[in-house]
Antibody
């Protein structure tokens, strides 16, 4: 069974960089599949942030592309998300997941981590 | 505001059926079959329960079913059980950018 777990600071100051990790067990992320991030601001719907494939092919939401980097560390079997120059609008629950672009589903999710942007 | 529209809440009695709607446009639900539904209990990871409008992943109860009419997708849960009380949200491929959109989520209460 594939298991994902997000980790990182729960508070980030405005204009700083949000950095999250996602540890994966039960599957070697460098072996295949797309892996990525989704977020949910308080009281709002989910938003696709982006994904990465085998550590080299990345795809980002156009609205976040200038500030987001998704990377993969196959030795640690984990994903990383960085969002630069954060504002209050980046406050959200951040989820990592395994993305299947065939049927456009996320077949494995982490339980999510809340990041609050506040001075 | 979410790209796909869901009711904020629905409720039903044990043993009865409920249906949750998810309304999009001809850019997404109305044209493409890549519609899926997820269940999420508080503090837990979301779980895929329906994909491709009406297909169930292995291990998901047959009490969960999906359908579509026009630009609206539906999730029906029959034989409601207390364990079904949770949040549900829909998603779809869209030819707009980005290519993946989600609903705002619906809280199911089992009375």
């Amino acid at each position: 069974q594939v298991h994902l777990q997000e980790s990182g600071p729960g508070l980030v100051k405005p204009s700083e960089t949000l950095s999250l990790s996602c540890g994966v067990s039960g599957y070697s992320i460098g072996s295949g599949w797309y892996w990525g991030w989704i977020r949910q601001p308080p009281g709002k719907g989910l938003e696709w942030i982006g994904s990465i494939y085998q550590g080299r092919e990345t795809s980002y939401s156009p609205s976040l592309k200038s500030r987001v980097t998704i990377s993969m560390d196959t030795s640690e079997n984990q994903l990383t998300l960085k969002v630069t120059f954060v504002t209050a609008a980046d406050t959200a629950i951040y989820y990592c997941g395994r993305f299947n672009y065939g049927p456009y589903v996320i077949d494995y999710w982490g339980q999510g981590t809340l990041v609050t942007v506040t001075a | 505001q979410s790209a796909l529209t869901q009711p904020a809440s629905v409720s039903g009695s044990p043993g009865r059926s409920i249906t949750i709607s998810c309304t999009g446009t001809t850019n997404d639900i109305g044209t493409y079959n890549f519609v899926s539904w997820y269940q999420q209990h508080p503090g837990r990871a979301p779980r895929l329960v329906i994909y491709n409008i009406n297909e169930r992943p292995s291990g998901v109860s047959s009490r969960f079913s999906g359908s579509r009419s026009g630009n609206t997708a539906f999730l029906t849960i029959s034989g409601l059980q207390a364990v079904d009380e949770s949040h549900f949200f829909c998603s779809s491929y869209t030819r707009s950018s980005p290519s993946w959109v989600f609903g705002g989520g619906t809280k199911l209460t089992v009375l």
